[in-house]
């Protein structure tokens, strides 16, 4: 996959990397989107804040936040301990970079989703209902793939409510397990104080 202007400002402000394996040409490209995409601000705040985040200084100079980016690398993942949009939320969220870090770096990096959508498509526009526009196409397709998402909502909300049934089951029966043996010792004391009684008549 080739990259492009947004996947190098999304490397840019991934405080993991900072891009720093980004050339001249693929700096100033990341740049001029981040000015693009931040045209409230001022241009000259906004460059100053990328140097201070490249250089971790200024505000940017916290030793303990920048630990937290730290990968982590085992036999059988890499993970941080703090996901990159997470990081700006965390510990930057009044920094002009703050919205537009957020959004490249929530972005997803793969084309999965259009590819299912494509999939969801070619099922609803076949060949056998070849005329139907693409307004209407891609309602259905909406519709469709929504649907999905509502059924697999549903089924795990219909499961997190068997999983609290059963909880609650279990507490009854616990509860009266307890009663139970608290009425099996009531009867027990009962029963011997009546023996004692009966002996004590006997001796009288």
Same mark, same amino acid.
């Given at each position: 996959?080739?990259?492009?202007?947004?996947?190098?400002?999304?490397?840019?402000?991934?405080?993991?990397?900072?891009?720093?394996?980004?050339?001249?040409?693929?700096?100033?490209?990341?740049?001029?989107?981040?000015?693009?995409?931040?045209?409230?601000?001022?241009?000259?705040?906004?460059?100053?804040?990328? #140097?201070?985040?490249?250089?971790? /200084?200024?505000?940017? *100079?916290?030793? +303990?936040?920048?630990?937290?980016? @730290?990968? !982590?690398?085992?036999?059988?993942?890499?993970?941080?301990?703090?996901?990159?949009?997470?990081?700006?939320?965390?510990?930057?969220?009044?920094?002009?970079?703050?919205?537009?870090?957020?959004?490249?770096?929530?972005?997803?990096?793969?084309?999965?989703?259009?590819?299912?959508?494509?999939? #969801?498509?070619?099922?609803?526009? /076949?060949?056998?209902? *070849?005329?139907? +526009?693409?307004?209407?196409?891609? @309602?259905? !397709?909406?519709?469709?793939?929504?649907?999905?998402?509502?059924?697999?909502?549903?089924?795990?909300?219909?499961?997190?409510?068997?999983?609290?049934?059963?909880?609650?089951?279990?507490?009854?029966?616990?509860?009266?397990?307890?009663?139970?043996?608290?009425?099996?010792?009531?009867?027990?004391?009962?029963?011997?104080?009546?023996?004692?009684?009966?002996?004590?008549?006997?001796?009288?």
């Amino acid at each position: 996959m080739t990259c492009t202007s947004t996947h190098n400002a999304a490397y840019l402000l991934d405080p993991r990397y900072t891009g720093d394996n980004l050339n001249s040409d693929e700096l100033e490209g990341a740049i001029t989107l981040i000015l693009n995409l931040t045209v409230a601000q001022d241009n000259s705040q906004i460059i100053g804040e990328i #140097t201070n985040f490249r250089t971790k /200084s200024n505000i940017f *100079n916290k030793p +303990l936040i920048w630990s937290a980016t @730290k990968v !982590v690398t085992s036999a059988y993942k890499t993970s941080s301990n703090i996901t990159p949009a997470d990081w700006w939320t965390s510990w930057f969220s009044t920094s002009a970079l703050h919205d537009v870090a957020v959004k490249l770096l929530q972005m997803p990096a793969s084309a999965a989703s259009c590819e299912r959508n494509w999939s #969801t498509w070619r099922m609803v526009h /076949s060949k056998l209902r *070849n005329r139907l +526009l693409t307004n209407r196409s891609g @309602k259905l !397709v909406y519709i469709k793939y929504n649907l999905k998402l509502l059924e697999k909502s549903n089924s795990q909300t219909s499961m997190d409510f068997s999983r609290e049934q059963e909880q609650e089951t279990e507490s009854d029966i616990s509860s009266e397990s307890e009663e139970q043996d608290t009425y099996s010792d009531s009867n027990k004391s009962m029963d011997m104080d009546s023996e004692t009684d009966k002996e004590e008549d006997t001796h009288t």
